[in-house]
């Protein structure tokens, strides 16, 4: 929490701002497309929850923006032009942008963490603009209704009664001067209030006071009742006692007092923007903590602490790098050290790291950046965080998929090949024996015609089941492409490779296959061997040669292994 003292002062002014740039409340990921050198669209590679909320745009990712929101470039053609801006290298922008598509108000952050790509951080300011296009239509009225004068001005006699006023006087209070003449500070009809909203004691007023002790009475806040308007208003007031000539007996006073309402309206926002941020902290999938510029832990939000089970008072108030996350690994803490003393620099960082979650070691997208203040000085450190677990396992799913056929389960072409000549390498060095089998199913575009495609699928998996339980483990099998399948014998000479050959021939011929539409059929296949008697043939060259065999075999009538 932001306590009055953090805000009394500009440069905490200024560093309140800073820490809402960086968490603004919706957040979209997106990348650049382009046509003829020209932005096209953008496609949205990450939103979070506040991103649905505010826009009411779910299920948007990987999906162009046009086709989330068909009539964007007829209607706001200029913004693909901004954030492209900034996404071919241009600096971070901040701007607020009447998005016409939604009919929303935003204010927009924008940065580039590579080319082509950009990041929005907005929160939706359309109430804000509402409402400041209300406040600029009541200034109009009022720059035409009253004087120009910022102060009001009212003259009392030595009974409060007031005698005079001028026209921002006038408009302050909300009554004429005829209206107010003969009114005295302590009419209750003010309904005069302090700044705790308790009702302000008429003669404690700074007319009254001034009057009573002929000192000047000096920034006396108080809250009145303008009939004009329906919330109070809010005058700093400073009273002044004018004596008669060559005496000290009070003639007359006269106040002069501002509307500080707008002043305290963004008081309360501020304060309600504290809560708020705090809120926002604590709702944040991510995390985020606040630290002094020595790297002390003045805030942090909820879900790291609840994520990893630990205490507030484990984190705040010490440094950064001494907490829990980070103290399970010298080398993990260094990092962080060399990271905070980069932002203390100006500088920024991220990178991904594993943090201590209680019992779990998670992944994270960590950064760190310095928060700096209108002049440039660095007021403290914001470190903030994703878990990055689904992420990772995604990443290594897509790569395990690189490499697996996603039919069979066996490795690709692409696997085995790479296998092949690594294994052909070790044999070449140890100077052993190493046999390859080229095989396919025969008539299998029969079985996918008689039968469907889904039960050719099945065969070819039943195959690959097949090969699981008839071949070593050592030895590798690939799916080259359709139904044809190759299949390496490490330290296998020729004759083995062939008793292999004909062992997994006679299998496949037994088994029988119950097809998943209900009925059980037989399938066979044809087998080429080949095996390395030139030291400097390549996995290419014996494949071909297996191939070769594999033809052969399907010329004497299938169902055959051939060398």
Same mark, same amino acid.
């Given at each position: 929490?932001?306590?009055?003292?953090?805000?009394?002062?500009?440069?905490?002014?200024?560093f309140?701002?800073?820490?809402?740039?960086?968490?603004?409340?919706?957040?979209?990921?997106?990348?650049?497309?382009?046509?003829?050198?020209?932005?096209?669209?953008?496609?949205?590679?990450?939103?979070?929850?506040?991103?649905?909320e505010?826009?009411?745009?779910?299920?948007?990712?990987?999906k162009?923006?046009?086709?989330?929101?068909?009539?964007? !470039?007829?209607s706001?053609?200029?913004?693909?032009?901004?954030?492209?801006?900034?996404?071919?290298?241009?600096?971070?922008?901040?701007?607020?942008?009447?998005?016409?598509?939604?009919?929303?108000?935003?204010?927009?952050?924008?940065?580039?963490?590579?080319?082509?790509?950009?990041?929005?951080?907005f929160?939706?300011?359309?109430?804000?603009?509402?409402?400041?296009?209300?406040?600029?239509?009541?200034?109009?009225?009022?720059?035409?209704?009253?004087?120009t004068?910022?102060q009001?001005?009212?003259?009392?006699? +030595?009974?409060?009664?007031?005698?005079?006023?001028n026209?921002?006087?006038?408009?302050?209070?909300?009554? +004429?001067?005829?209206?107010?003449?003969? !009114?005295?500070?302590?009419?209750?009809?003010?309904?005069?209030?302090?700044?705790?909203?308790?009702p302000?004691?008429?003669?404690?007023?700074? &007319?009254?006071?001034?009057?009573?002790?002929?000192?000047?009475?000096?920034?006396?806040?108080?809250?009145?009742?303008?009939?004009?308007?329906?919330d109070?208003?809010?005058?700093?007031?400073?009273? +002044?006692?004018?004596?008669?000539?060559?005496?000290?007996?009070?003639?007359?006073?006269?106040?002069?007092?501002?509307?500080? &309402? *707008?002043?305290?309206?963004?008081e309360?926002l501020? !304060?309600?923007?504290?809560?708020?941020?705090? $809120?926002?902290?604590?709702?944040?999938?991510?995390?985020?903590?606040?630290?002094?510029?020595?790297?002390?832990?003045?805030?942090?939000?909820?879900?790291?602490?609840?994520?990893?089970?630990?205490?507030?008072?484990?984190?705040?108030?010490h440094?950064?790098?001494?907490?829990?996350w980070?103290?399970?690994?010298?080398?993990?803490?260094?990092?962080?050290?060399?990271?905070?003393h980069?932002?203390?620099?100006?500088?920024?960082? $991220?990178?991904?790291?594993?943090?201590?979650?209680?019992?779990?070691?998670?992944?994270?997208?960590?950064?760190?950046?310095?928060?700096?203040?209108?002049?440039?000085?660095?007021?403290?450190?914001?470190?903030?965080?994703?878990?990055?677990?689904? $992420?990772?396992?995604?990443?290594e799913?897509l790569?395990?998929?690189a490499?697996?056929?996603?039919?069979?389960?066996?490795p690709?072409?692409?696997?085995?090949?790479?296998?092949? *000549?690594?294994?052909?390498k070790?044999?070449?060095?140890?100077?052993?024996?190493?046999s390859?089998?080229?095989?396919d199913?025969?008539?299998?575009?029969?079985?996918?015609?008689?039968?469907?495609?889904?039960?050719?699928?099945?065969?070819?998996?039943?195959?690959?089941?097949?090969f699981?339980?008839?071949?070593?483990?050592?030895d590798?099998?690939?799916?080259?492409?359709?139904?044809?399948?190759?299949?390496?014998?490490?330290?296998?000479?020729?004759?083995?490779?062939?008793?292999?050959a004909? !062992?997994?021939?006679?299998?496949?011929?037994?088994?029988?296959?119950?097809?998943?539409?209900?009925?059980?059929?037989?399938?066979?296949?044809?087998?080429?061997?080949?095996?390395?008697?030139?030291?400097?043939?390549?996995?290419?060259?014996l494949?071909?040669?297996?191939?070769?065999?594999?033809?052969?075999?399907?010329?004497?009538?299938?169902?055959?292994?051939?060398?």
């Amino acid at each position: 929490m932001f306590t009055k003292q953090d805000i009394d002062a500009q440069d905490d002014s200024d560093f309140f701002r800073q820490i809402l740039d960086h968490t603004l409340n919706g957040v979209a990921y997106c990348q650049m497309l382009y046509e003829t050198g020209l932005p096209k669209d953008f496609i949205f590679l990450y939103t979070n929850q506040a991103f649905e909320e505010l826009t009411g745009l779910r299920n948007v990712i990987n999906k162009q923006v046009a086709d989330v929101i068909p009539s964007i !470039r007829q209607s706001d053609p200029d913004i693909f032009l901004k954030v492209d801006a900034v996404a071919v290298g241009s600096d971070p922008v901040k701007f607020e942008y009447y998005l016409n598509a939604l009919g929303l108000w935003l204010s927009l952050s924008v940065f580039s963490p590579k080319r082509a790509h950009f990041v929005l951080l907005f929160e939706v300011i359309s109430e804000r603009k509402a409402q400041e296009e209300k406040l600029r239509h009541a200034e109009e009225i009022y720059r035409t209704l009253f004087d120009t004068v910022a102060q009001g001005l009212v003259y009392q006699d +030595t009974h409060g009664r007031i005698i005079s006023a001028n026209p921002s006087a006038e408009r302050i209070l909300g009554l +004429t001067l005829a209206q107010m003449q003969g !009114r005295t500070s302590m009419d209750p009809q003010w309904c005069a209030i302090d700044e705790t909203g308790a009702p302000f004691p008429g003669e404690l007023h700074p &007319t009254m006071v001034a009057i009573k002790t002929g000192k000047p009475v000096n920034g006396v806040v108080m809250g009145i009742k303008n009939p004009r308007v329906a919330d109070t208003v809010w005058i700093e007031v400073f009273a +002044t006692p004018v004596f008669k000539q060559d005496s000290t007996e009070v003639d007359y006073v006269y106040s002069t007092f501002d509307d500080i &309402t *707008e002043y305290k309206h963004n008081e309360e926002l501020i !304060r309600e923007n504290s809560v708020r941020l705090k $809120r926002i902290l604590d709702n944040l999938f991510a995390y985020v903590a606040l630290l002094d510029p020595n790297g002390v832990v003045e805030e942090v939000n909820k879900a790291p602490l609840e994520r990893a089970g630990y205490r507030r008072e484990d984190v705040v108030g010490h440094y950064f790098y001494d907490a829990p996350w980070w103290n399970y690994n010298a080398e993990v803490r260094m990092q962080l050290i060399t990271a905070i003393h980069a932002a203390q620099r100006g500088v920024s960082s $991220r990178y991904d790291v594993q943090v201590k979650m209680g019992n779990d070691l998670v992944p994270i997208d960590f950064q760190i950046t310095p928060v700096l203040d209108s002049s440039g000085e660095i007021i403290g450190l914001l470190p903030t965080a994703v878990d990055i677990t689904e $992420r990772k396992h995604l990443e290594e799913e897509l790569n395990r998929q690189a490499y697996l056929d996603y039919l069979t389960g066996l490795p690709n072409r692409r696997s085995f090949m790479e296998q092949g *000549e690594a294994e052909l390498k070790r044999t070449r060095r140890y100077e052993s024996t190493f046999s390859v089998l080229m095989l396919d199913i025969d008539h299998f575009k029969n079985i996918n015609d008689a039968y469907g495609h889904p039960s050719g699928d099945f065969v070819l998996q039943k195959l690959a089941v097949i090969f699981w339980e008839v071949l070593r483990d050592v030895d590798i099998t690939g799916r080259l492409g359709g139904e044809e399948f190759g299949i390496i014998l490490p330290e296998t000479p020729i004759d083995n490779a062939i008793e292999v050959a004909e !062992r997994l021939r006679e299998v496949v011929a037994i088994t029988e296959v119950n097809l998943p539409i209900g009925l059980q059929i037989y399938f066979t296949i044809s087998i080429g061997v080949a095996d390395l008697t030139d030291k400097s043939t390549n996995i290419e060259m014996l494949l071909n040669e297996a191939d070769k065999a594999l033809y052969r075999a399907k010329q004497a009538g299938r169902n055959k292994v051939s060398k």
